[in-house]
Structure formats: C-alpha cells, structure tokens
C-alpha cells in the first residue's frame, strides 16, 4: 500500500465587526450568532513555484536550487511571509505555471500565521473598518520571502464597508489522499 500526499488549499473571507483576526473558534461562534458572515469560500492553486519550493524545503534547499528563477540562498527565502490582496476588473483564470501574485495590487495586510491543526497552516490578514472603504477584492495571493508567489485565488467578488473589517484566511492542508 502507498500513502498519497495531497496538498490543498482554500481562502476563506469573513466580514465582522471587529479590527482584529478572529481565531476559528471565535469565527464559527461570530457566524453562528450572526455577527459575523462569511462572504467567499473557495480552493486555492498552489501553484507549481509554490510546489517547487516544498520541495526545496524538504530538501533543507541543500546544493544550488532555484525556485521561480530565483536562487534559493537559504531555507528563509521559501517561508511564506507576504498576502497581496487586489481589485482587477477581469483577473485572468488562475493557472498553475503563474507567476504574478495579483494583477492589481492594493492592499498588503499583516499576516498572521496559526496552525489550526498538525498538518495545516493558516496564513490571515485582516482589512480594518478604517481601511480601503469602497473597494472591490477579487484576487487575493500569498508570496514566499524570495518574492515568488506560493498560491493564489481569484474570481471573487468582495466589497469592504467602513461598518465591517474583512478578514481573509488562507489556509493550506497537508493530508493522504
């Protein structure tokens, strides 16, 4: 018998009230109550720089390895460790061999990182009350140190009000398929 490894990915954004990242709990608690909603839920592509740097991480990025045509000089180059969030008009179909994070950029949250399980981790941002009113996201990526884009989701639709903070939850699940 051989285990299969699948990699998956999904983006979740959650209007609430609050100016901060709501833990899980604390989103399925404001959800259930009504306080809070969650306004997209999708998968992700993880796209094939994204795989090539796992690779490159297991490997501890031992020899000459280069992921997205860039050197990769240490291990901290494949940590993902940036969330752009853009408004395009028409964002193009995600594609695997992408290598732009979002065709228009305008908003780069905080990012926190949790791990909601062993074999997952949560990368969320958070677009306060006070922050871009008025704008439409609809693409949404996460990028590595080395400045090569790990994942990306578009094809949303999603308005921030000055009532509401928006809070996106990119998360990425190791599991045997």
């Known amino acids: 018998m051989h ?35 969650v306004e997209y839920e999708n998968h992700n592509l993880i796209v094939n720089n994204g795989l090539a740097a796992i690779a490159k991480f297991l490997g501890g990025a031992a020899g000459s390895p280069t992921v997205g045509g860039l050197g990769v000089a240490s291990i901290a180059d494949l940590v993902v460790n940036r969330m752009e969030l853009g408004n395009a008009v028409s964002p193009p179909v995600v594609a695997a061999t992408d290598i732009v994070s979002v065709v228009s950029l305008v908003y780069v949250p905080q990012l926190l990182v949790g791990y909601p399980t ?53 998360e990425i699940v190791l599991a045997r398929a």
Do not use: C
């Open 3 to 37: 285990d299969t490894l699948a990699i998956r990915g999904r983006l979740r954004i959650i209007s609430h009230g609050e100016d901060r990242v709501l833990s899980p709990a604390e989103v399925e608690r404001e959800v259930f109550d009504g306080r809070a909603q």
């Open 118 to 170: 062993a074999y997952s981790i949560r990368f969320s941002g958070i677009v306060r009350h006070s922050e871009m009113n008025g704008t439409t996201f609809t693409e949404e990526s996460l990028k590595m140190a080395n400045g090569v884009v790990f994942a990306k989701v578009n094809g949303f639709a999603v308005l921030k009000q000055a009532s509401e903070a928006k809070q996106f939850d990119h």
